[in-house]
Every structure is written in structure tokens, then in C-alpha cells.
């Protein structure tokens, strides 16, 4: 189920949220969770209801695991065996459904055979809830988790709003949570602050990403005749459909858990306010960070085994967040770059303090262009269906034919929502649908380089006058746009 | 403000809203999912697959043209004056059998079925499939449950395109006629050299799909539902007659007995029931038309004067199809004999 679609708005969230407080006030706390869980996987299998096969047998897998891990009784050399058939399992089932075919055939085009692909149907938000429980089996490993019931954790790994794109939540920041007492009855405050956080997420997705999705798609089927102007055009487009899209969705995923009272951790700081890309890497994908620095980049031995080693471990971190991102040598190439320009800018920095340090407004301005360059270059490697049509991109970029924008990419951005706008407007009601790209484009620069973001705004949330017509208005114009197309970046990741 | 406040004037705001939205696109009803036009507003009528459904539900009509371009060609007025009554079009450009059980469940539940559905027979019957079809369609407005009706009332492009445009045509005095909806042809995109023309540049572009797959079995059950359960309701069908260039592919691939075998099994089809009829002409009149391109868009598009010609014909009741197995024999053995025969290197020349 998609959040803006009509069923969750019109009927799954109000049931659920309903019922979950309802059970709660009649202190049925356990069947609350019951309900919850089981209105997660409703959710989740509400796409395809195969997919419930493959995640109810995981989480049952992985809970006899790490009960396995915790217990007392067994022996140390069991608990290694475990824990290694666990890692494996996960991994593997991974591996499988993401990567399998992505082997395949480049083993058949080096080697020239033919072995057959499996063409399987990847499960939505596979790496996402692989990644939860993965992180839950260490821990249970190193023995830093208390044992928790069966429900409270399927509810940690299926917990609808962070199921599907994240954030990737870990169980000791969600079960306490579920466990808490004082969370369990309906609190004005944070359903308030939640809502319009929801609202404000929704809008980034449906009005602004959504919107630059048709024109970025609409590119990226033939590229080789955009000349610079489209193609820059559209490298901006992505660049900012990508963040709209992705940090929208986490945004709803904070809201919804708002009203339920649960706090979901913050997975973007206004990334593209960064300066270096060591800065971006702390404010995009916060929680993807954290899991590769906590479950990878230390254990390999983080900074603590010298410079070289710290590279090299940089290097295997960004390249394994690559893979993760698909099975394409496109994300391998981009995990790459960014890999070589967070050790770029270490390096830079360590000789001449350039990131760290106090800087000018200028210097600051500089590193920010050139920060920002860097990411909407590195996002078409990101975007683009395989590496040569990356380059091909990259060849119509810097081939400065200042070609007119092509009228078609105009004109999907002339959305319908802005046109009944136009049309209520006079004199002033041509204009906006000529310039509707323009004030998209700017919208979206505006909102992602100088507003507040919309974490900040839940967390700081106080009610004023005009809250109600900005959460009203922006939930209208979305339910009133759910008809159009959709998909979320993220779900294949 | 406190948080209560805000949270029901929000909700409040947000709920005045879409009960506007919705109750003005519930009385205005451009794709007529729930009533006849209201308050004297003349119906507009645009979009075959958007409307078909509203129009098959709650319009007043005797006879309903189903089909695809072939059919589109139709003037209603000819139709009428055939089959006497008022008829409606509800073809849809590209739809093949399965868009068509679409229309046909919902003409099935009304109260008042139709007297006669014309549909034309092609060979899409044969190749094309019976799970996927080619356009989307708007599903939601072609079933009975009202809990998706949210798709139409609450979308801002089914509200600019169809409801403000409604009324803004009907303000204006601007109604599309009905009369010659969704009539494509242009008589300036037509005619021998056009046809080879683009025949030629699509045959330098197109990779030939030599595999062909067949549904004509899927197709006919997914039609036997509705020609049985409307017993009271006639079934006309005729041939397309696309022209000889169609056809020069199908011999060259090899295809022509096969394709021959499946009409023999629509044919065989439709003879057991006693309120389908089918025209299918192989008199030398009709393979004169089909063998001159000046007929034709393309290689199967025909002009809006064979469609005329069509109704004339099965107003005269030429052509029907013989229901004895031996004498629609023989006429699908003149056609493909016909075919076979044909030296298609005269239309290049």
C-alpha cells in the first residue's frame, strides 16, 4: 500500500490508528500490538500478498535465531554456528532475490555461457527490514539485547511506516517504545505535530517528486539528443526528485509515527545544504550511515588502524552502499565516486583544515557549489539505466549545444493542481502555467537548500494560525493528485 | 492555537473541501457513473474509455456499437437508420475482446438490455490476448463497488478535464457532436501512395515477430458468457475487411492456414448460437475494395465510406454467414484461396 494512495488516507490509517488506541485505552496493550502487526503486514501485502511468505518466514527465522543467540543453555561454539547460518541466511536471501541475476550475466558475458537468470520478483523493502534484523542478530550475538516477546518483535521489523523505504530503525530505539506505558494513550500534541509533518512529506512526494519523476523519466528513454540545456535541466530535476521522493517518504513515516505517539529516528538533515560530501553523508540516508558505520566500517577497524587502513575501510564502506543501492554497475560506479571524494576531501581537509575549520562565507558558498555539482553529477551515474548511458548523458551535458528546452518536459510539469489554480486565477492565470517549471524548480531549491526540514519542524512543532490551512491545503492537493502516477524510488533498494 | 484546535480546523478545512469537490462532481457527473446529465447540461462526450462505462449504465438506447477503430467510423445516424432506435458508440480505439467484456458486463446488469450490439469481427480475435489489454482502463469506473468512486471524485484531472470542461462547453454552446464521435478519418491521410508509404518506412524500422501466438479459444469463452446470459439481445459481428497489403505479411510468415483454422473456429463459434449473425463477404465486390489501397489509411484502416458501405450491406442483409458448416466452408475457402492466390506485387507497382 502506498501512503498517498486513497485507501491508506480514506481508510487503513484511520482504522488503524483507531484501533491501536482503542485497545490501548481498554489496556489491551498486547492485542494492540497484535493488531498493529498485523495491520503491518496487511499493509505490506497489500502489493503482492506473496511477499508475506517471504517476510513472515524471516522474522520467525531470525527470532528463533537470535533466541538461539540469547539463551543461556547454549553453548558458545553452537551460538558462532548459529550466528554464522543466521548471517548467511539473511544475507544470502539478499544476495538471491537482489543480486542473483545481476551475477548471472555478467558471469555469462565474461565467460560466454548461458547460465539461465531467475527472474524473481524482489520483495519490496527487502534490504530495508534484511538490514533490521541483521542488526538485531549481531546484537544478539554480542549479547547487547535483552529478549524480547515474539510480537514485540515482528512489530519492530514490520512497523508499516518505516516497513518499506525506512529509516532503517534499530530494535533497541522501537521497542522500548512500543513498551512504554505512557506512549499508549492518544496525545493531542503529537498527533498534531504529526499530522502536519505528514502532510508536509506527502506534498514533497506527490507535488514536487512526483511531478519532476515525468520529466525525468520521460528523459532518461533516449538522452542522446538533450543538449546541454536539457540535460542540465534534467540533472536537476533528479537530483531533486530523488531527495523530494526519498525524504518525503521518510517524512510521512515520522509523521505517522507522531500520532502514534513513536518517535521515528530522523534519516535526512537538509543534505543538500551540505558542504563536502563527508558533510552530505551525515545528512542523507542518516540511518544507512549509521548501520554501515556500526556494523561495517568499525568492526573492519574504522580510523583506529591508521591512515591507509581507514581509506581502505572508507572504500569498502561506500562500495558495499553501492551494491546495496541496486544491482547495477551504475550504483557500484556512483558508491565509487563517493567513496573517492569522501577521501579526497579527508585528505584536503587534514592539510589545509578547509571543511573543518572556520570558514568564510565565500569559502563556505564555494565548497557548497562545488558540493552540490558533485552530487548532481554523481545522481545521473545514479539514475541512469547503465553506465554507458550515463556517459552518453554526460557527453550531451558538457557538449554546450544550448539547445531550447524541449517543450514536452514543459508541459509535464504544467500539473493539474497548478492549472485549476491558473484557471481561478485572473490575468495573472497564463503565467503560472508558462512558468510552472520555474516554480517547481524554485520550490524545490528553496525548500531543500534554506527551509527548515521537516523533521525539525515535527520536533519543534507549536500550532499557529496558519498550520490548519497548510496541512488542510497540502492534503487536499495530494488526495486530489493520487489518481496520477506513482512509485517511490526507494522500494527496489 | 492549541493542538486541538488545530487538528479540527485542519480536518475540517480538509473535509468542506472534498465534500465540495465531490458533491460537485457527483451532480455535474461528466462520465455519468451515476446519473443522466442534470440541470439541462448537454452531455460531452470525449473519452471512450472514461465514459463507455457511465454511458452503458444510464443512458436511454436501443442499440450500442462495441469495437475498436474499425468501428469507430460508424456515423450513428446510419446505425440507427439499420437497426432502428437509438444507439450509442462505445468503442474504444485499440480494444480488443477483453476491453470489450468491460462494456458488455454492465450492459448485461441493466434493467433493459440492448436490442442489437454491433461489434466488428478482426483478426485481434485471434492474436491478441485475452489477459492483457493494450490501453489501460479505467477499471474503477467499470465495477460496482462505490468505495473506489474516490478515483473519480476526488482527482484534479477528471475534475478540469471533464467536469469544469463540461460545464464550460455547455456555457459556451460548444458540444462536441455526438452524432460523429470519436470519427477518426481524414481523407487527406489516406490513399495508395500514403499506405505504401509508411508501409515501407514501418517495414525498415519494424523487426518481423514471426512467432505468433494464438487466444482465439480464451477470446470466444470470454465472449460465450455474455451471448448466452443476454439470449434477448442480438449479436451482429462482420468481417473487417482490412486490405490485401494486411494480409501480404501473414502469407509471407507462413500464417494464412493457420489463421484460416481460427476463423474456422470462430465461425463454428458463433453458428451455435441463435442470436449471434455474422457478415463476412467474399463476393468480388468486396475483394475489389480490398485489394485497392486507395481504400485504406493503412493496411487495415479502411475509409469512412466502407463503413458506410458495411451498414448498407447488412441493412440488405448481404452477406450473412449460412449457419451449416459446409457453406461457411466454402466461403472462408474462396477468401483465403483469394489471399493466397493474390499477386501482391501489383500493389507496389
Given amino acids: ?493 | 492555537m492549541n493542538s486541538k484546535k488545530m487538528v479540527i480546523t485542519t480536518l475540517s478545512l480538509l473535509l468542506s473541501a472534498l465534500l465540495v469537490v465531490g458533491t460537485i462532481n457527483f451532480a455535474i457527473d461528466p462520465l455519468f457513473q451515476y446519473h443522466k446529465p442534470w440541470f439541462g447540461l448537454k452531455p460531452v462526450i470525449t473519452n471512450e474509455r472514461y465514459q463507455n462505462a457511465g454511458i452503458a449504465r444510464n443512458f436511454d438506447f436501443k442499440n450500442v456499437i462495441i469495437g475498436n477503430s474499425y468501428s469507430e467510423n460508424f456515423i450513428i445516424s446510419d446505425v440507427e437508420d439499420v437497426f432502428e432506435g437509438k444507439t450509442v458508440k462505445l468503442t474504444a480505439s485499440g480494444s480488443h475482446i477483453l476491453d470489450w467484456t468491460y462494456v458488455l458486463k454492465i450492459l448485461n446488469e441493466r434493467e433493459t438490455p440492448p436490442v442489437n450490439i454491433l461489434f466488428n469481427l478482426d483478426t485481434g480475435f485471434i492474436d491478441f490476448s485475452d489477459k492483457q489489454t493494450k490501453h489501460e482502463m479505467p477499471v474503477f469506473l467499470y465495477d460496482n463497488n462505490y468505495f473506489n468512486d474516490v478515483e473519480y471524485l476526488f482527482n484534479f484531472t477528471l475534475t478540469r478535464n471533464y467536469t469544469f470542461s463540461t460545464i464550460k462547453s455547455n456555457i459556451k454552446n460548444e458540444i462536441p457532436d455526438y452524432n460523429t464521435a470519436f470519427v477518426w478519418f481524414d481523407e487527406k491521410e489516406s490513399g495508395k501512395e500514403y499506405v505504401i508509404k509508411n508501409y515501407v518506412a514501418s517495414k525498415e524500422k519494424e523487426k518481423i515477430n514471426i512467432q505468433k501466438i494464438f487466444y482465439t479459444d480464451e477470446n470466444l469463452r470470454l465472449l460465450s458468457k455474455y451471448i448466452e446470459s443476454m439470449s434477448n439481445t442480438e449479436f451482429v459481428f462482420f468481417f473487417s475487411p482490412f486490405s490485401v497489403l494486411y494480409w501480404k505479411d501473414i502469407v509471407e510468415t507462413g500464417y494464412l492456414d493457420e489463421y484460416k483454422k481460427e476463423f474456422e473456429k470462430i465461425f463454428s463459434f458463433m453458428s451455435q448460437y441463435d442470436n449471434v449473425s455474422v457478415y463476412f463477404w467474399t463476393d468480388t465486390e468486396m475483394l475489389k475494395i480490398i485489394s485497392d489501397l486507395n481504400n485504406y489509411k493503412d493496411t487495415s484502416h479502411y475509409k469512412l465510406q466502407i463503413n458506410k458501405y458495411i451498414l448498407k450491406r447488412i441493412n440488405s442483409g448481404i452477406g450473412i454467414l449460412p449457419k451449416e458448416e459446409s457453406k461457411w466452408m466454402t466461403l472462408l475457402d474462396i477468401y483465403f484461396d483469394y489471399l493466397k492466390n493474390f499477386d501482391y506485387t501489383i500493389l507496389f507497382t
Avoid at chain 1, 563527508?278 to 588502524?305: A, E, M
Wanted: hydrophobic share 50%.
Fill in chain 1, 1 to 493: 500500500m502506498l501512503f498517498n494512495s486513497y485507501i491508506f488516507v480514506f481508510l487503513f490509517f484511520p482504522i488503524v490508528i483507531l484501533g491501536y488506541f482503542l485497545l490501548n485505552r481498554f489496556k489491551k496493550f498486547e492485542f494492540a500490538k497484535i493488531f498493529l502487526t498485523v495491520a503491518s503486514l496487511y499493509f505490506y501485502g497489500y502489493f503482492n500478498w506473496a511477499y508475506l511468505i517471504i517476510i513472515v518466514s524471516s522474522i520467525i527465522v531470525n527470532y528463533i535465531f537470535s533466541g538461539i543467540l540469547l539463551s543461556h543453555k547454549a553453548s558458545y561454539v553452537f551460538k558462532q554456528l548459529i550466528f554464522i547460518v543466521a548471517m548467511c541466511l539473511n544475507i544470502g536471501s539478499l544476495g538471491i532475490f537482489k543480486y542473483y541475476d545481476f551475477f548471472i550475466e555478467n558471469f555469462n558475458t565474461i565467460f560466454s555461457t548461458s547460465l539461465p537468470l531467475l527472474n524473481l520478483l524482489l520483495p519490496l523493502g527487502i534490504s530495508f527490514f534484511t538490514f533490521q534484523q541483521l542488526s538485531y542478530i549481531i546484537d544478539s550475538y554480542k549479547g547487547d539485547v535483552s529478549k524480547y516477546s515474539f510480537f514485540d518483535y515482528a512489530l519492530f521489523v514490520t512497523y508499516f511506516p518505516q516497513l518499506i523505504a525506512g529509516p532503517i530503525v534499530t530494535h533497541d530505539e522501537m521497542v522500548p517504545q512500543f513498551a512504554d506505558l505512557s506512549k499508549k494513550k492518544f496525545n493531542i500534541d503529537n498527533f498534531s505535530a504529526g499530522l502536519y509533518g505528514f502532510a508536509l512529506g506527502l506534498g514533497k512526494k506527490v507535488i514536487i517528486a512526483d511531478t519532476l519523476g515525468l520529466v525525468v523519466d520521460s528523459a532518461f528513454t533516449d538522452v542522446t539528443n538533450l543538449g546541454t540545456t536539457n540535460a542540465l535541466l534534467i540533472m536537476f530535476a533528479y537530483t531533486f526528485q530523488i531527495y523530494f521522493d526519498f525524504s518525503g517518504y521518510s517524512d510521512m513515516a515520522m509523521g505517522i509515527g507522531k500520532m502514534m505517539n513513536i518517535d521515528i529516528i530522523q534519516n535526512f538533515n537538509s543534505p543538500y545544504k551540505a558542504i563536502g560530501i563527508v558533510d552530505f553523508w551525515k545528512r542523507w540516508h542518516i540511518t544507512l550511515t549509521r548501520f554501515f558505520t556500526r556494523y561495517i566500517y568499525i568492526p573492519l577497524g574504522g580510523n583506529r588502524k591508521g591512515e591507509f587502513r581507514t581509506y581502505i575501510n572508507i572504500t569498502i564502506v561506500y562500495l558495499v552502499s553501492g551494491i546495496w543501492h541496486g544491482a547495477n554497475w551504475t550504483f557500484i560506479l556512483w558508491g565509487i565516486l563517493h567513496g573517492f571524494a569522501s577521501i579526497t576531501t579527508r585528505l584536503i581537509d587534514k592539510k589545509f583544515g578547509l571543511f573543518s575549520q572556520n570558514k568564510s562565507k565565500s569559502l563556505k558558498a564555494i565548497l557548497w557549489v562545488l558540493t552540490f555539482a558533485f552530487l548532481n553529477l554523481t545522481w545521473v551515474m545514479f539514475r541512469a539505466d547503465s553506465i554507458e548511458q550515463a556517459f552518453t548523458f554526460y557527453k550531451q551535458l558538457f557538449s554546450f549545444n544550448f539547445i531550447e528546452i524541449n517543450t514536452e518536459y514543459l508541459e509535464l510539469m504544467q500539473i493539474d493542481g497548478l492549472k485549476i489554480l491558473a484557471d481561478m486565477i485572473p490575468f495573472v492565470g497564463d503565467y503560472i502555467k508558462t512558468y510552472a517549471y520555474i516554480i517547481i524548480f524554485l520550490s524545490a531549491f528553496i525548500l531543500s537548500v534554506f527551509a527548515k526540514n521537516v523533521s525539525f519542524r515535527i520536533k519543534s512543532f507549536q500550532a499557529k494560525w496558519y498550520h490548519p490551512i497548510v496541512t488542510a491545503g497540502i492534503l487536499f492537493w495530494c488526495i486530489m493528485s493520487f489518481a496520477g502516477e506513482s512509485s517511490f524510488l526507494y522500494w527496489n533498494f
